[in-house]
């Protein structure tokens, strides 16, 4: 999010007129992603609604319970496999419940349709990502030896 604010304020320093229209622009954007997550999130209230209408309020807890139970063992025999690390969700649990889900909005929104916040955002994140792997790597090989 930082680095986010940082290139906004470096594009408003390139030159007035084209600055401001690339924030406009960078705005814009900003809100289609969020726009997009507002709709998701609209959208599982209205099938969460329509699920617990059709079911009935005690078996529709029930089942959302057990996809939850399922999700969140997937979630850390995951991260236990394949990443060896604990998820975020033992880091901080904002980043866990509002930052990963909108990250994973993102990325799937740049898979799909090339979609970027920013230009270079994508580049930007999956650089501080591999530095980050790298780090925690060097510390994990430092306690091995």
Request: glycine fraction near 6%; aromatic fraction near 12%; include cysteine.
């Amino acid at each position: 999010m930082l680095d986010y604010v940082k290139a906004r304020a470096v594009v408003v320093t390139t030159d007035a007129p084209s600055g401001l229209a690339k924030i406009e622009s960078n705005k814009a954007r900003s809100a289609d992603a969020g726009s997009l997550a507002a709709l998701l999130c609209l959208a599982c209230w209205v099938g969460a609604s329509f699920l617990a209408a059709k079911l009935g309020y005690s078996l529709a807890w029930k089942v959302v319970l057990a996809a939850q139970l399922f999700c969140w063992t997937g979630q850390f025999l995951g991260h236990g496999v394949f990443e060896k690390r604990a998820p975020a969700l033992l880091d901080n649990l904002v980043q866990a419940f509002l930052m990963a889900p909108f990250f994973v909005l993102l990325e799937v929104l740049q898979s799909l349709f090339r979609y970027e916040p920013y230009p270079g955002f994508h580049g930007r994140v999956k650089a501080k990502i591999e530095a980050e792997i790298k780090e925690w790597q060097d510390k994990k090989q430092k306690k091995v030896s």
